[in-house]
């Protein structure tokens, strides 16, 4: 009756190895270096895997910045000369626009950046 249970207990667990490996995908973090100056960003957009961890990795080239996304829940200050990171995980597929946060000058209002959310 004991190996019974033993031979039951290594069919689910070999049966549960290839499902587990699917559904979970690959969750390492997405990493973005993401360089503010007047008026842009560069990159100016990026396309990131819905429920996967980003990181963005932020920098200025001259004066403050900021990023913010009320959709993706993130505000941050890019200051010259350091780097802020920036950590979220999408949960909704969409086109999202991050704007600049401080203002920077006459351009300040059409600095922006666009995170493009995907299906995996």
């Known amino acids: 009756m004991k190996r019974t249970y033993e031979r039951c207990f290594w069919i689910l667990i070999l049966l549960a190895i290839p ?7 690959d969750s390492s973090p997405q990493v973005f270096t993401v ?3 007047r008026f842009s960003y ?19 080239e001259d004066v403050t910045h900021g990023l913010k996304s009320k959709d993706l829940h ?4 890019i200051h010259k000369g350091r780097t802020t990171e920036v950590t979220f995980t999408p ?4 086109r999202f626009v ?9 351009g ?6 666009v995170i493009n959310v995907v299906d995996k």
Do not use: W
């Open 91 to 94: 949960h909704q597929v969409g």
């Open 19 to 25: 499902s587990a490996l699917l559904a979970g995908g």
């Open 74 to 77: 993130f505000n941050a200050a």
């Open 42 to 60: 560069q990159p100016a957009e990026i396309t990131v895997q819905n429920g996967r961890p980003v990181v963005l990795e932020l920098t200025s």
């Open 35 to 37: 360089t503010a100056k």
């Open 98 to 106: 991050a704007r600049c946060s401080h203002f920077c000058g006459m």
């Open 108 to 113: 300040h209002g059409s600095m922006t950046f």
